[in-house]
């Protein structure tokens, strides 16, 4: 059975809360609809994904949203096999893919848990593309509020609705690590369980945790329970900020098998040369190199200062506006705006590498010569094309 069609399921295993048993993955439910609200309108909620764990024989599903390009967050209990168990950071235990709003489909490289709360970030192994990221808050949602849950997991009457459902909830309780929900109605289903939970502003205050899941499709037909726990995340800015950084990566050349380059092994300086050299990586080099999002450009498209944690300087190419082919890189302070020609996109090629191209010039990151550069060679923009060294990964 292909995963298009089977039964996603969330969380499985059953805590005591009042006087039952929860689920612990949340579900989309209601007496007659999916989390259990209405569909989400076209266009909204397009930072969620569905996350799907292991392969087409034994798979299961559940939700996410999109942090940054890089990371999505959802509920560590989505990942294990076992229910209740810890997790670790590194690769997941099982393949995990992610589908994003878009219908872009990505590989998850890295799951970094929380340990006092049902809450993980996941890695990408290439960033999203064409959607912008969810607002976070900062604030903690406040007792009697009323709050919006979103879910791609089951619905009253289907198995894998494959479209975000929203519901209303109020807020019973608030804890250090969790929020109480009163659904209104409504309730959260197998397959909902890391899905963001928003405040009135449309900010993400909480991923779904566990739900009784009464109304949804295949849940006990005599639960009428809709409550539902979600894992806060309005306290969590620092840890967010630290650990979904977009890097340090190497940026490796697939056609020259070197990496970008600043010369020696410190600082930079501004104007200073960006060359490629034999990878080495590490701190102890300054190879590494930090990808900061600047937000959505025309298109959709994710774009990116790319910085030098060594020295805090950005790959630049001279003055502001356009520039012509085979203008030299080099290292400036960071301006991070379109005033000045430090911005790049990822343009996805069909072997999993990437363009990296600019985007006041359309051209592409370059390595000086036609896939002949050797250590040292200089990093320019030319006109992008696979023929020539402008395919690259960051590792």
Known sequence: MSVATRPRTGLR???????????AALLTATPTQAVTGPEALSGTHSYTATLTVGGEADSRGCSATLLNPWWLVTATSC?????????????????????????????????????????ALVRLTAPAQGVAPARFAGAA???????TAVGLGRTATEWV????????????SVTPTTLNLAGQ?????KGDAGGPVLNPAGEVVAVASRSWQGGCLGADP???????IASRIDDLGQWLTATAAHGPYLVYNTVTGKCADIPDTGPGRIDGPVSQYTCIGGAADNQLFQWDYRGA???????YTIRSPKDGLCLDVPDYGAVAAGAKVSQYTCVGTSADNQLFTLTPRPDGTFWIVNVKSGLCLDVDGIRTGGNDARLTLYHCSDQDDHNWKLL
């Open 13 to 23: 295993t059953a805590l005591p809360l009042l006087a039952g048993a929860l689920t």
């Open 79 to 119: 990942l294990v096999d076992v229910p209740g168990s810890a997790a670790s950071r590194g690769r997941p235990a099982r393949a995990t893919t992610a589908t994003l709003g878009t219908g872009q489909t990505v590989q998850v490289a890295e799951l970094v848990p929380r340990a006092d709360r049902d809450l």
């Open 141 to 147: 949602a406040v007792p009697g509020g009323d709050l």
């Open 161 to 172: 609705p494959g479209k975000a459902h929203t519901a209303s909830f109020s807020t019973t």
């Open 185 to 189: 109605g409504k309730a959260l289903c």
């Open 222 to 228: 005599a639960e009428t329970r809709t409550g539902a």
């Open 297 to 303: 450009g025309a298109g959709g498209s994710s774009e």
